[in-house]
């Protein structure tokens, strides 16, 4: 492995590892109820996640404004389509109220915000972001840079996914294809904004189709 490639894939290791010890510690160790569990990804992966962005120079106001109209074009397309998907599977109760208010908030803002940097933008950055310029105007290039980053982001998907006992198995299936769709979709337009768009939809219609019974806000115990 060159020094270059080394340097690039060191990040999405990293996030892999973040996001296995969130899922594996404050779920299947722990068995914190989803809020508390939604608390303990911020205070891991927020720490993590603003290094990165200091340490790769990542400058988070310039990224939202690189594309951001493709970009949210895209993010609500995706967004929807995922959302259509959670009103297909059973339906639960849900809060009410400002319990409903803080739910919408927390499981459907933050932890979609969470998921959206961690799973798919820090992978797709050091990855296809992280190339200079000039390799890029070459499409074969680019697209060879492409399916790596959709690779690495699968692969921070699946170690973070795995820490979930409820995701061992074929259920491992459904999370790395909702990622895969949002991921390419970030790839195309070239904005985070769809990702981040995508991810909190996708959380807020388990928030309000109902989270016991939507396998898109884990962790779940009685799966």
């Known amino acids: 492995m060159t020094e270059s ?6 990040w999405p290791a990293l996030a892999a590892l973040v996001g296995a010890t969130v899922s594996l510690v404050f779920s299947s160790w722990l068995r914190l109820d989803r809020h508390a569990f939604v608390l303990g990804y911020a ?7 603003m290094a990165y962005a ?11 404004r690189r594309r951001w109209q493709s970009g949210l074009v895209v ?14 599977q059973p339906a639960s109760a849900r809060p009410e109220g400002l319990a409903l208010a ?5 499981l459907g803002v933050v932890y979609g915000t969470l998921d959206a940097l961690l799973l798919t933008i820090v992978p797709v950055l050091a990855v296809y972001g992280a190339r200079p310029p000039e390799e890029m ?8 840079w492409a399916g790596a980053a959709l690779l690495a982001s699968l692969g921070v998907a699946a170690a973070y996914h795995l820490g979930f006992a409820e995701y061992r198995g074929a259920a491992l299936l459904q999370p790395l294809i909702g990622n895969a769709i949002v991921t390419l979709g970030y790839l195309l337009s070239g904005s985070p904004i769809t990702p981040l768009v995508a991810h909190v939809m996708m959380h807020l219609a388990a928030v309000l189709h ?13 799966f």
Not at 43 to 49: K, M, R, T, Y
Not at 137 to 144: E, F, M, N
């Open 210 to 222: 109902g989270m016991e019974t939507t396998p898109q806000l884990p962790p779940h115990y009685g």
């Open 102 to 106: 803080g739910s919408v908030l927390w």
């Open 137 to 144: 105007r070459h499409g074969t290039i680019r697209l060879r």
């Open 54 to 64: 200091r340490l790769a120079g990542v400058r988070p106001l310039q990224q939202l």
């Open 75 to 88: 993010g609500i397309l995706l967004g929807g389509m995922l959302a259509h998907g959670v009103a297909e």
């Open 5 to 10: 490639a080394a340097r690039m894939s060191r």
């Open 43 to 49: 205070l891991v992966g927020g720490p993590f996640l």
